[in-house]
T-cell receptor, first 110, second 114 residues
C-alpha cells in the first residue's frame, strides 16, 4: 500500500497562479521529499523537509510539514507553463527507503 | 552526460521470455534502487542495494531478481516475463552522506510484455 496519498489527483491552473498540492501519510517519518516528473521521464528531486522542520523554501517552492496531522503541502508560486508535470511526495521512514505517493498531475495553461 | 543511465529505453517482449534491464551510474553512490511505475499507482520499490554485497527485497519483488555487479551497476531481471509486468521501470541512486536520502533517477525503461 502507498504510504503517501496526494490531493488533488489533477490540477489545472492558468500561468501566474499559485498551485497547491497536498500529501498525507500514515506512519512516523524521518523526512518527506517532493519530486517532479515530466511525462515519461525520470523523477527529479525538488525539496526535502525533515520531520523537525515545519516550513522550507526553495525559489518558487514552499513546503510545509505538519507531523501532528501527518500531512505536507507543496506550493508553487507564480506558476509557468514549464511547471506542467506530475508531482510526487515521498516519505522516508527508516533504512533510506522512500515510499511514494500516487502523484498530482499539474497542468499550467499559457 | 547523464549520471544514471538505463538500457534499453524501450523493450517489447513476449510472455515467458527472460529480460534484463541494466542500470549504470557515474555518481559514485553506494545505494541503488529499482522501482516500477504503473499509471495511478506512483512508484513501487522492487529491490534495493546499499553496497555491492547487499541486496534487499522491496515492496514488490516477486517475479524479479537483481544483480549488483559493481558499485556502478545494478541489473534487474524478469526470469519469465508476464503481461502484468508491463510498466515503466526506474533505477535510482543515493548517497546519504552527501544529501540525506535524496534519490537520483535514471530516464526509465518502458517495458511491454505481450
Amino acid at each position: 500500500s502507498q504510504q503517501g496519498e496526494e490531493d488533488p489527483q489533477a490540477l489545472s491552473i492558468q500561468e501566474g497562479e499559485n498551485a497547491t498540492m497536498n500529501c498525507s501519510y500514515k506512519t512516523s517519518i524521518n523526512n518527506l521529499q517532493w519530486y517532479r516528473q515530466n511525462s515519461g521521464r525520470g523523477l527529479v528531486h525538488l525539496i526535502l523537509i525533515r520531520s523537525n522542520e515545519r516550513e522550507k523554501h526553495s525559489g518558487r517552492l514552499r513546503v510545509t510539514l505538519d507531523t501532528s496531522k501527518k500531512s505536507s503541502s507543496l506550493l508553487i508560486t507564480a506558476s509557468r507553463a514549464a511547471d506542467t508535470a506530475s508531482y510526487f511526495c515521498a516519505t522516508e521512514t527508516s533504512g533510506s527507503r522512500l515510499t511514494f505517493g500516487e502523484g498530482t498531475q499539474l497542468t499550467v495553461n499559457p | 552526460d547523464a549520471d544514471v543511465t538505463q538500457t534499453p529505453r524501450n523493450r517489447i517482449t513476449k510472455t515467458g521470455k527472460r529480460i534484463m534491464l541494466e542500470c549504470s551510474q557515474t555518481k559514485g553512490h553506494d545505494r541503488m534502487y529499482w522501482y516500477r511505475q504503473d499509471p495511478g499507482l506512483g512508484l513501487r520499490l522492487i529491490y534495493y542495494s546499499f553496497d555491492v554485497k547487499d541486496i534487499n527485497k522491496g515492496e514488490i519483488s516477486d517475479g524479479y531478481s537483481v544483480s549488483r555487479q559493481a558499485q556502478a551497476k545494478f541489473s534487474l531481471s524478469l526470469e519469465s516475463a508476464i503481461p502484468n509486468q508491463t510498466a515503466l521501470y526506474f533505477c535510482a541512486t543515493s548517497d546519504p552522506s552527501v544529501s540525506l536520502s535524496e534519490q537520483f533517477f535514471g530516464p526509465g525503461t518502458r517495458l511491454t510484455v505481450l
